[in-house]
Nanobody, 124 residues
Framework: QLVESGGGLVQPGGSLRLSCAVS????????IGWFRQAPGKEREGVSC????????DYADSVKGRFTISRDNAKNTVWLQMNDLKPEDTAVYYC???????????????????WGQGTQVTVSS
């Protein structure tokens, strides 16, 4: 099970920190990804972090503004979002691959366990 938290309403240029609490499986064996879906748009990958080494990957649209991190001992993954823009408005989801995999999958379809999402709204 994955549970996201930390969303909310923020002004452009502001920051939010999203959390993804993981339970029910050994998170240390899994890469974890963050995704988002804006109204009328397809779900897109935002960032991903590998299981042990902590290799990270970011969408071009968030590079330099978002930072993903994890603490396997706390079963938690975070997404620090800085310099937020109105186009970042979306429901944000964390997800784990459908199978034990430490490296980040390239395909969204490889992620089979999803949280319920948390709304992020960037508006003045």
């Amino acid at each position: 099970q994955l549970v996201e938290s930390g969303g909310g309403l923020v002004q452009p240029g502001g920051s939010l920190r999203l959390s993804c609490a993981v339970s029910g499986f050994a998170m240390n064996y899994y890469a974890i990804g963050w995704f988002r879906q804006a109204p009328g748009k397809e779900r897109e990958g935002v960032s991903c972090i590998s299981s042990a080494v902590g290799d990270t990957d970011y969408a071009d649209s968030v590079k330099g503004r978002f930072t993903i991190s994890r603490d396997n001992a706390k079963n938690t993954v975070w997404l620090q979002m800085n310099d937020l823009k109105p186009e970042d408005t979306a429901v944000y989801y964390c997800a784990a691959p459908s199978y034990v995999r430490g490296s980040c999958p390239k395909a969204l379809s490889d992620f089979g366990t999803w949280g319920q999402g948390t709304q992020v709204t960037v508006s003045s």
